[in-house]
């Protein structure tokens, strides 16, 4: 089955990111997606979207709390705009400590909370078409709107709103009201089928939607060399990132139910002694085996279609930007699998 492949691109300084752009473009991707850390993911996408027209871009994922649900309106509607339709908005909750203690932002019961604020922004792209905004939720009343604070219509259909989501309950949310599911960088096969698949499809239902009107978004950490010494390298790069992403208590059970019971608390437990290669040294080449994707140049294609056929709408190539040198060869790879 066909699938969209994006890249991932990490955030960098503005005057980097129409290169990145028009060479992912040139390569073959279907999109560019950008995360939000020390710096925006809204701003990368502006220079891209006029950098590298045809490109599909989305933000996977922007904080959604900091920023009211106008603001982020606001400001997908114009990204829409600016690439004739080819803007997908990610939101995620981000984890408590960062809410409220970096942004200064409210984060009580944050589930529902980016359920209300998936249903606002929606509401406020109803509200540029229309002139009337109308949305009252448990957390967010938006109900006053004049044409001279109204971006106006557009000539494309609205933004597709897609969320961050690893446990049931969020993953019901998503299939309920949002038009696609960011998975977690590890969210393997046997997650995907357990948890995402069933749990989006069941949430879809209850609003009387198809799970097909919900995409599913994964990200692939991958291990590609036509030589051991290749690959060795790029193992040991994965195995680095995995440990950052799987000290977070939230996702420890998807280690667990994958075989690998008390990863987290072992790589916290490093973690809290500044042991970073020895959180890192909690990923064995077990845990590689299922949570990445290892394969020579020839079989990458064929290894990702095996392991996603039926699972996912959108693979997101986490490691294809990296590497320069590497992102034609990416780019074959992304071709492969949109045929």
Not at 260 to 275: L, M, P, S
Not at 283 to 302: K, M, N, P, Y
Request: hydrophobic share 40%; glycine share 10%; with cysteine.
């Amino acid at each position: 089955m066909p699938v969209h492949v994006d890249a991932m691109t990490l955030p960098q300084p503005l005057a980097r990111i129409g290169e990145v752009a028009r060479r992912t473009r040139d390569a073959g991707f279907s999109g560019l997606l950008f995360t939000e850390t020390g710096r925006t993911a809204y701003l990368g996408a502006a220079v891209a979207s006029q950098a590298a027209p045809g490109l599909s871009l989305s933000t996977g994922v922007a904080v959604a709390f900091p920023r009211s649900p106008f603001v982020t309106a606001a400001t997908a509607w114009e990204l829409q705009e600016a690439t004739g339709g080819n803007f997908r908005l990610g939101l995620g909750t981000q984890v408590r400590t960062h809410v409220v203690r970096r942004y200064g932002s409210a984060f009580s019961r944050p589930g529902p909370r980016l359920r209300d604020y998936v249903l606002a922004v929606k509401s406020c792209f109803a509200a540029f078409r229309t002139g009337k905004l109308d949305h009252h939720g448990e957390f967010y009343d938006l109900d006053f709107i004049t044409p001279q604070w109204s971006p106006g219509p557009i000539g494309v259909p609205d933004p597709k709103v897609d969320v961050a989501a690893v446990n049931p309950w969020m993953l019901r949310m998503a299939g309920e009201v949002a038009d696609g599911v960011h998975v977690h960088p590890i969210g393997e096969a046997g997650y995907l089928r357990r948890h995402v698949v069933p749990h989006v499809a069941e949430g879809a239902a209850e609003a009387g939607r198809s799970p097909r009107d919900v995409d599913v978004i994964v990200p692939a950490m991958t291990i590609v060399g036509d030589t051991d010494a290749e690959r060795d390298a790029e193992r040991e790069l994965v195995r680095a990132q995995m440990s950052f992403y799987g000290s977070t208590p939230n996702y420890a059970f998807i280690w667990d139910e994958a075989g690998f019971d008390g990863t987290t608390a072992r790589i916290r437990e490093r973690q809290k002694a500044g042991d970073f290669a020895g959180m890192a040294a909690q990923i064995t080449d077990d845990h590689i085996a299922v949570f990445a994707t290892e394969s020579t140049w020839d079989g990458l294609a064929e290894a990702l279609r095996h392991k996603y056929d039926g699972l996912a709408t959108r693979i997101v190539l986490y490691n294809a930007l990296a590497d320069p040198e590497k992102v034609q060869r990416y780019g074959e790879v992304a071709q492969q699998l949109r045929c």
